[in-house]
């Protein structure tokens, strides 16, 4: 899987949008952008995933430039219950033997 | 999203003795599954991986004889900390993906708390 930079850490407050950055410049032509959410003491969480260009359901956004080097996930208006850990996985988990591996995440704190 | 469950969500056990952690995928075919641990405040470390009626590839570090994977169906994979010492105390979770068309993504369970007296 192509390595991954995200930032440590990121505070917000509730209402507002969070845009979280990551890059990964050397993604692979086969390989998706996948971000996952995790709470304390929880399994991640599948948030969503993208190939190109902008993603976009219930919870978040994605968008993913023309070069696929970085990716930002967008949390539109958040509220405190969206304090977690946001992680940025870049890989291809269709081809087997494909592992899936975590990078330091970034930690959200959202504030009254 | 698929639904992956991790059974215990929380276990107690002597040192010296062995715990099982059982991933189950409810609702689709895991081909393959993913076990990892967490430390507090850290990322997760994949331990090893595993793919329906073969052996597990275990990362570097990992012992393969102190934690035995067995992923003997599609749906199930196990996980057994032997002779656990208070040092393997932590917070262990399973990945899964599958299907019949192949998911581009995983599906995690909700994790189990090893503590280890």
């Known amino acids: 899987l192509a390595k991954t930079t995200q930032p440590i850490s990121m505070d917000s407050y509730e209402g507002q949008e969070v845009n979280i950055t990551c890059s990964h410049n050397?993604?692979?032509?086969?390989?998706?952008i996948t971000w996952y959410q995790q709470f304390p003491s929880q399994g991640p969480r599948f948030i969503i995933q993208?190939?190109?260009t902008k993603v976009t359901n219930e919870v978040a956004s994605l968008f993913i430039p023309a070069d696929r080097k970085s990716s930002t996930l967008s949390l539109p208006r958040v509220s405190l219950s969206d304090t977690a850990v946001y992680y940025c996985?870049?890989?291809?988990?269709?081809?087997?033997?494909?592992?899936?591996?975590f990078g330091g995440g970034t930690r959200v704190l959202v504030k009254p | 999203g698929a639904v992956v469950s991790q059974h215990p969500s929380w276990v107690i056990c002597k040192s010296g003795t062995s715990v099982k952690i059982e991933c189950r995928s409810l609702?689709?075919?895991?081909?393959?599954m993913f076990w990892y641990r967490q430390f507090p405040k850290q990322s997760l470390m994949l331990m090893a991986t595993?793919?329906?009626?073969?052996?597990?590839?275990?990362e570097q570090g990992v012992e393969k004889d102190k934690f035995l994977i067995n992923h003997a169906s599609l749906t199930l994979s196990t996980l057994t900390v032997t002779s656990a010492h208070p040092e393997d105390s932590s917070f262990y979770i399973c990945?899964?993906?599958?299907?019949?068309?192949?998911?581009?993504?995983?599906?995690f369970g909700q994790g189990t708390r090893l503590t280890v007296v």
């Open positions: 990945s899964a993906r599958g299907g019949v068309r192949g998911h581009t993504e995983a599906f």
């Open positions: 996985l870049v890989g291809d988990l269709r081809a087997a033997g494909n592992k899936l591996t």
């Open positions: 050397n993604i692979a032509t086969n390989d998706y």
């Open positions: 609702d689709f075919q895991a081909t393959t």
């Open positions: 993208g190939y190109k």
């Open positions: 595993s793919n329906e009626g073969s052996k597990a590839t275990y």
